[in-house]
């Protein structure tokens, strides 16, 4: 596998990067343990890049409204309508991860009705995934499903917001063929002690 | 029409903005006259004001490639698909200016495949638009298609990226139901000399 | 622009026409100050221009019952959801002029529920759009929401023959490729005083 | 079934029509044995009867081009796909009878790729699908493929027009729920001697 | 007609048939009269034979529950949305002979909607066609929505599966291009005394 | 999650059970070391049981032609098209296992075409997605295709069955909310030696 191209354009060398990009691709290796293919992928452009991750961390990242699992769950869910191989396999452990539950991803990415979710999930859910597939249709009774299992306005941002860029990154990652890194596949998958 | 509410959210005030993201505003209502409407939209959520932005200006601003006219198109092609009425409206306005032509917008908008493009426009397009709408079956065919009217790599990622970019745009626009300005419907209307 | 075809198919020379296809050209000429190509484009076939224009007339023209504005609703809102270009362009100029509302056009032509409508006008577009799209699955709820705001049978039977006769003519413009005159993307755009 | 309504609106008295819809209506149940009962549906708005039917003999009665059989293949692919009751009903008898073949209705209906056509009825009926389903996508090369099998640019007229008259036809019955006679389900089965 | 193969596949010579195979397909001439196409198509392959044939009888001629009728209803409305030409002919004709109802087999395969059937009868088709368009957002509501009708669970049960099977069945027939015998199109035609 | 429901309908006990239905479940106990729980659901009803899987082991078990892994592949690419849950996460593991590649099941399941295959099983896959989603379609190109890469007419009908059996599978588990046991989501996860 390891002769397989991360990504249908040639990543950048590590050495030319600027400083400030090498140095958030070291963050995340440190943190992570390797490097996830997106990151090198879109280095190839490091104004684009800068910008990603900026709006990345601006909703993935923030302190409180949603938890962090439930924005994974976002990621998740519309990637995987969205067909994305590295959206899923590379959320898909993260959701693992922050939801300490090994089944979780496969559910969601494949089918969120279905999966082992609260009544707010899939409230929160229902709304993602009409911004994914039709949000020209969006209008005030989804706003008040949210409202009517809990969620702020702000948090009807975050989720919008959440869908939304990812629809984008779904987009980069199926036109460029960005491959996830096989690390993700096992990640978050040992049982809950 | 001037109590219509510019979005579902209510804008910040702006005295109360970041200084960058008030300079921000202030530098693009300079350039047009007024300040359109995406701008305090977003401003209430400075971080994703600067990356959205940013990242705007990465694709749509840099020197070099594609002209501003075709960068344009593809943004009024793929919004006109997403029922977007923010970015039709508004930058159907700029394409109009941007190509000197006060047809074009209208015409890409309702069904690219009629409109008075060239073959190379032609070809741009199509790839945007299976981007926007099925960007997981975008295969060698679909990048060989550009190479042959005479596009570059570097070109092909940026209709990629710019599509990828405005189906994240349109959702929010959409799922926030953000009202283009007034003017932007009469910009750039006046025949060609 | 000029030398840009009207339609895929040629349009017979005006002094060959029959007499009474002539004058109702003639007609529309004086009252527009142009002729609109549809009228060029399908006075190949008199017989069929004939039943064309008696159908359209009865439908649009007829007195009582739905406003002038409201039919041209009717038919840019189902034009933009069949990406018909003609349509589009020309009945957006009409329902520029009868609404006396420069933006109405593009609202209803590219997102019909985020338009500056009444709950009444809604309730009329819902119906209509759903004979363009999915007319095998209208049932009595359908006519139902439309009692509900007002709207009678006769204008029920209206909203679903303008809807259907669009269907036709969206068909036959996209078909022959029927270019509007260019005239219409500036009619009726000037602000209301 | 005799006391099923044959449309959810309201037949007119045939001794209230108007002298020439009334004779017109004479006219088909002298032909047929009984009168259809779109004509009687449609009779309640005599200019839109008069202009319905101009429409449908100058497109279905007219003398050269298409063969009778040909064009009722159209309808009945057409109407297939947009789930019309009456039309898949009355024209599959018309085109039993036209075509001298009790089985070619059902298998039009059904599904045209798999009916016992020939390679000439093929290509005609994959443009009259694409009028009826895609038109905005129609281009060049959907009208080199009726050349090649040695269609006129009026023939190709006559196949686009007829889809679209029948994509209206099928709103207007489907909205309606214009019932087919009971007669139509029998007609034209009979085996060919 | 006689010439036209019944299968894309050559089915077996009759007397290489496994005994059990070839009985089955006796029986069922003697009771039909004639050899459906679908036993001599499958007929190919005696274990896939056995299967399909014990599963179809399984569900489609075990004693209680729903009536024969109302299975044959489930299957002509799936199978022409799925647009098998096998199945619509062949168990519309077993629909008309069980419901002893000429017209109710073309009803229901063109738009089961304007079908004359009752509430229940409605319900349970609205039921079969979920399952065999969208079967994974089948929810509470969907079950609850037959209870409401008198179904009970094993009824439910029967709906989904007699679905599904011809879900499969569709697939096959599709797939293999079977073609109905010339006999189906007359069966149980003639008018009710 | 012990206490989740296996199905939507209550399962018999196993006690109750017919012989044959019991020795078929505890012989696949035996082999995979638990009970899937498609066994239990479908053991409600005996002769459908028997029929499934006698299907399922004429088409999945048999001797030469496709090999296991291929087969599993159609499985999981159609499966994961029909968002079944169930199908996708059980038949992935098998996938993992027979192809001794810990990757390939997420990859087939949310993108067959960026997925690590060879050419001969992405025509493969082709077909059996056409089956799945459009096999009105099909004709004689898609069975051409199979050709070009190797395949025999007995390999084609191979995948159509498979895909076909799998598009009832998928309806059974959907609609009756048949839950993956736990202990397939690692299976064959370990990366090969």
């Known amino acids: 596998m390891s002769n397989t191209p991360i990504s249908r354009f040639e990543p950048p060398r590590l050495a030319e990067l600027p ?36 709006y990345h961390d601006a909703l993935m990242e923030k302190p409180g409204g949603l938890t962090k ?28 991860i922050r939801a300490k539950n090994p089944l979780i991803a496969d559910q969601v990415a494949i089918n969120p009705r279905k999966a082992d979710l609260t009544p707010r999930e899939h409230a929160m859910l229902d709304f993602a995934v009409k911004v994914a597939e039709r949000s020209h249709e969006i209008d005030d009774a989804d706003y008040a499903a949210l ?9 009807a941002w975050d989720i919008a917001a ?19 890194n096989d690390e993700f596949h096992m990640m978050g998958r040992e049982p809950r002690p």
């Open 19 to 54: 400083k400030d990009v090498a140095e958030r691709i070291a963050k995340v290796q440190e943190k992570s343990g390797f490097v996830p293919n997106v990151f090198l992928a879109l280095a190839r452009r490091p104004d684009e890049f800068r910008a990603f991750f900026a």
């Open 162 to 180: 959440i869908a939304a860029m990812f629809a984008m990154s779904n987009r980069l990652a199926n036109a460029f063929s960005i491959r996830p």
């Open 147 to 155: 409202w009517d299992r809990g969620f702020t306005d702000d948090e």
């Open 69 to 96: 699992a439930e924005r994974e769950m976002i990621v998740v869910a519309t990637s995987g309508l969205n067909h994305c191989h590295y959206c899923v396999v590379a959320h898909g452990a993260i959701l693992r």
